[in-house]
């Protein structure tokens, strides 16, 4: 008889998170849509859930990556994501349609 192997939650990469993880900061931002209008916040731990309520495009990254506006990784509306940000110490993000505002959530765990 084989062993139960659990099963962890994964980050936005595919990777295992292991161990129990408890929110520790919640922090929330606007997304606009319209040019040059991305907005970043500072993140305190290296593991974060973000969940937008329009779809978006996001970086994490130190300040000269999270400020290209109108760049980055898609992210559908209302889906949270997981994400090991390792050492980086921002999040950046803009509403991927032009004209739209929305708000992303973000929920730091450890």
């Known amino acids: 008889m084989s062993k139960i192997r659990p099963s962890f939650v994964a980050d936005g990469h595919g990777e295992a998170i292991q161990g129990v993880l408890k929110p520790t900061v919640a922090q929330k931002m606007t997304l606009s849509g319209l040019p040059n209008a991305r907005t970043s916040v500072d993140l305190t731990t290296m593991i ?22 109108g760049e980055g990784f898609y992210l559908a509306a209302n889906v949270p994501q997981l994400f090991n940000v390792g050492e980086h110490t921002r999040i950046g993000a803009q509403a991927s349609v032009s004209g739209e505002i929305g708000t992303l959530f973000i929920t730091e765990l450890s």
């Open 48 to 69: 974060v859930e973000v969940t937008p309520t329009v779809a978006c495009n996001f970086d994490i990254g130190d300040a000269s990556i999270v400020a290209k506006s």
